[in-house]
């Protein structure tokens, strides 16, 4: 996708200004219509304004007529940004989720040590099921679907039925390894509202990506599918999986280089997680000044005019610090539905709420829900992987997530941390 450009410096604030602009005159008609009243006008207001002030610290990227805040709010002036925008105008009880993360398939051609769902075998949830599924998280104020797989590409009709059942009052993206793409799958999911395909980019190195994803052709595959997206028009992310030691080794700055050459418009840190793969092993711990390092890197490249052209960076590790969001899992922001239909709070929290295929869809999401009625604090995946393991191998279960008998023990006297700062102060406007 080449109408990709970075909003920076002063066309952001200028850009900020717009937003709240037309956001003002959007929700106008509602109040004059009765359907917001005076103080819940004003208090939406303060909301979006709070919000968009603690996205000043990110790069904002245009793709085509669309600029994004963030990663995972959809592009302004959109109809999806709108849906993200209304969940700031429920007063009274918990706000509403936007974002959900889908698997149509645990099926893959791969072997990434740290794959999330190494131990999530089964077979893949009845389709029908799915689509019913995502037809009321729809209606429920989803803005942004991520549908992934496994490879999603593998059970390529599977994901169009999904992407259908989609309109455009949400945002759609995909990841992907590149396996199974094709042009001509690429127009029809873009016709079908596709904004992005989202890919891996843990390396810089070809052979050190194929050696981390367990195949020769890994490189070869992403490489392939990111041109074929460019010459359909649909822009380019990646993911990248960053030890502690990228950080100092120059190996950071090799990939946002490489990311750079790919024409990226997003890159997405992601801090590794004792799950799945990674569950009984553990992952690379980050200490305190890590953090700050990767804050240091981030910052500069986001933010530094010598970085203008560089892909827009989101760093999980500080959008859920507690300074930000926290930790936003279990439908305070987003969730996970598994290629099995296990409800899970999130993709690193190898615990299950319930089975879409086995109960109703509604009483598994308030069940879960209410079990992360206040936001906090604690990054829950990390705190509690030990616990997890210990069920998962003294009960034997044949695979992940644990079942919702187990998962009840792990989460019923769990400790949530404090409650996030960002999201009291928005209850309190």
């Not at 072997?111 to 037809?135: A, R």
């Not at 989803?142 to 949400?170: H, M, T, W």
């Not at 829950?380 to 992987?385: A, I, Q, T, V």
């Amino acid at each position: 996708m080449d109408d990709v450009k970075n909003v920076m410096g002063f066309s952001k604030v200028i850009f900020i200004l717009k937003v709240k602009v037309w956001v003002f005159f959007h929700y106008l008609p509602m109040l004059l219509k009765g359907k917001l009243s005076l103080p819940g006008f004003v208090r939406l207001l303060k909301r979006l304004l709070f919000f968009l002030a603690k996205m000043r610290h990110n790069k904002f990227v245009s793709l085509g007529s669309n600029t994004r805040v963030d990663l995972y709010c959809p592009g302004f002036p959109s109809k999806a940004f709108y849906t993200a925008c209304d969940k700031f105008a429920v007063f009274g009880r918990k706000l509403p989720c936007t974002t959900v993360l889908l698997s149509v398939t645990s099926g893959c051609i791969f072997k990434c040590e740290h794959c999330y769902q190494k131990y999530d075998t089964g077979k893949d949830m009845d389709i029908e099921v799915l689509v019913s599924t995502v037809k009321k998280l729809q209606d429920m104020g989803i803005a942004f679907f991520n549908i992934e797989g496994g490879e999603p590409f593998l059970v390529y009709e599977r994901l169009k039925k999904v992407c259908q059942a989609i309109d455009d009052r949400s945002e759609i993206w995909i990841n992907s390894t590149g396996y199974g793409i094709t042009p001509e799958r690429l127009a029809e999911l873009k016709e079908q509202n596709l904004s992005a395909v989202m890919f891996s980019l843990h390396h810089s190195v070809p052979e050190e990506l194929n050696k981390f994803m367990g195949d020769k052709k890994a490189w070869h595959y992403m490489s392939k599918a990111v041109e074929m997206c460019h010459e359909a028009g649909i822009a380019v992310a990646f993911n990248t999986c960053l030890q502690r030691e990228d950080l100092y080794n120059g190996r950071f700055e090799q990939i946002m280089e490489k990311a750079k050459e790919f024409k990226a418009a997003i890159i997405q840190l992601i801090k590794p997680k004792p799950a799945g793969g990674w569950l009984e092993d553990g992952a690379s711990a980050f200490s305190g000044e890590d953090i700050e390092q990767l804050k240091r890197l981030v910052e500069s490249y986001n933010r530094d005019s010598r970085y203008k052209d560089y892909p827009s960076i989101s760093a999980q590790a500080i959008e859920e610090s507690k300074e930000q969001f926290g930790c936003t899992a279990g439908g305070t922001d987003r969730f996970y539905i598994n290629a099995k239909g296990d409800v899970q709070p999130c993709e690193f929290l190898n615990i299950s709420f319930g089975n879409i295929g086995r109960a109703d869809f509604e009483v598994i999401y308030e069940k879960m829900r209410s079990c992360f009625e206040i936001p906090g604090e604690c990054w829950l995946c990390e705190k509690y992987s030990k616990d997890i393991l210990k069920q998962y191998k003294e009960s034997k279960q044949d695979s992940l997530p644990l079942s919702e008998a187990l998962s009840e023990e792990v989460y019923s006297n769990w400790d949530r941390g404090n409650r996030t700062e960002l999201y009291e102060k928005l209850d309190n406007m």
